[in-house]
């Protein structure tokens, strides 16, 4: 390939000069790849108690209620006070709740409740640092490397996303979900060290908001006045409740494919596949001046990936279409995190970032609520694919019916 073609679609890699964004990139990335494995492990272990897809999606409400809370909460908190402070108390947090998951399987308690109660600790940690990491990036990189920035944060997360499902295929089937836990740990260091050598981020303002329900409704009403960014985090539920299939991956692996471990791990991996070869290849993201109509579309491919991927019988079509679905994913992740980051002012950022943090890591619990409850109803299939076609339907129909957001284009582009 001519090397100006490539230089135009490959990721951009120069936030990665800068040594505080790099040190929090590859602390992200490390400790990312410990919580995937995690989150594959809880599924597996919730469904090895119970045989049910049901309580395997009732793990999405029990880490969406802190997420809601505490999201919105530690955006405003982060509008308020040193944010390296605040991300190293969340930190901590998720920390103590992954040793508390290790504890509970190594003494083989079983215990439904008492895993999602640690479940909900666990995510009220990550509820805190999700909105400070985002809030943070602005203040380490110029404003015109924000997209590229925010293109390699998703990238490496994605990369976490591939390996830590696969790894949990192979721990799972070897050691068990202690030693799974156990891993997460270990990895979660990295993470913490890369928050702790970040340099003092006070706010900027003089006079910051008073973190509380207040400084939270001003955040809401920010949006809700700007149709571009509150569309953003619509067509975002959209995607994620409607389509995402994840609750149906170990009904489905013991239906189709024998109950494999390694099946399974593809499955969960088979998304973070196609969002890491999308971030690769992502030079061109930042260069696309009709946002809105693009991101509607590229919403409507993930759908459309996700139900052909239902439909399929053979392991690596599965895989490839939710692939598909991954590249496009990110693609949507990338332009709605840069709307946000550049609509809001410093002293607003932590609280949009909260919002942004509750929607992307909230939907895809809405989805696991959605798909458990809806295959113990019409079955697994039905589930998948009907969500799927439902996102794509629903997502270019909100498009199109705000001209602002279906018309959206950036003031500042990347040149």
Excluded: C
Excluded at 65 to 73: E, K, N, S
Excluded at 196 to 217: H, K, Q, Y
Excluded at 331 to 340: E, M, N, Y
């Amino acid at each position: 390939m001519p090397g100006g073609l490539w230089s135009r679609i490959a990721v951009d890699t120069t936030p990665l000069k800068i040594l505080d964004y790099r040190r929090l990139w590859a602390g992200q990335g490390i400790s990312f790849i410990g919580f995937q494995l995690t989150t594959v492990a809880v599924s597996a272990q919730m469904y090895e108690i119970t045989a049910s897809s049901f309580w395997v999606g009732m793990l999405g409400p029990a880490t969406l209620v802190p997420l809601v809370v505490f999201g919105l909460w530690g955006g405003a908190v982060a509008d308020a006070v040193d944010r390296r402070r605040l991300l190293i108390y969340g930190s901590l947090l998720a920390w103590v709740a992954t040793a508390a998951l290790m504890v509970h399987a190594a003494l083989g308690i079983d215990s439904v409740g008492l895993l999602l109660v640690i479940v909900a600790l666990h995510s009220t940690g990550f509820a805190v640092t999700g909105p400070t990491r985002g809030a943070i990036v602005p203040r380490l990189v110029p404003a015109e490397q924000v997209p590229a920035a925010n293109t390699l944060s998703f990238l490496v997360s994605n990369a976490g996303s591939v390996a830590g499902p696969l790894i949990a295929g192979v721990v799972l089937a070897t050691g068990g979900y202690a030693t799974a836990y156990l891993i997460d740990t270990v990895l979660f260091a990295a993470g913490f060290y890369a928050a702790v050598r970040l340099p003092a981020l006070p706010p900027l303002n003089e006079t910051p908001a008073r973190p509380g329900l207040r400084a939270v409704v001003e955040g809401l009403r920010f949006i809700a006045g700007h149709p571009v960014v509150l569309m953003s985090f619509v067509v975002d539920i959209i995607a994620m409740a409607f389509a995402l299939p994840r609750a149906l991956f170990p009904e489905y692996t013991a239906e189709h494919f024998g109950g494999s471990p390694v099946a399974f791990g593809w499955l969960s991996a088979s998304i973070a596949i196609g969002s890491v070869a999308g971030g690769l290849m992502s030079g061109w993201v930042g260069r696309v001046r009709n946002q809105g109509r693009a991101l509607t579309l590229v919403i409507a491919v993930w759908g459309l990936s996700v139900a052909a991927a239902g439909l399929s019988r053979e392991l690596w079509l599965m895989v490839a279409l939710l692939a598909v679905g991954g590249a496009a994913d990110l693609v949507s992740s990338v332009w709605r995190q840069t709307i946000l980051q550049t609509y809001a002012p410093d002293d607003m950022r932590g609280r949009l970032q909260g919002v942004f943090y509750v929607v992307v890591a909230g939907g895809p619990r809405l989805g696991d609520l959605r798909a458990g409850a809806t295959a113990a109803v019409v079955g697994v299939v039905p589930a998948w694919v009907g969500g799927g076609v439902a996102a794509a339907v629903l997502v270019v129909a909100a498009g199109l019916a705000v001209p602002a957001f279906w018309t959206y284009r950036p003031e500042r582009l990347r040149p």
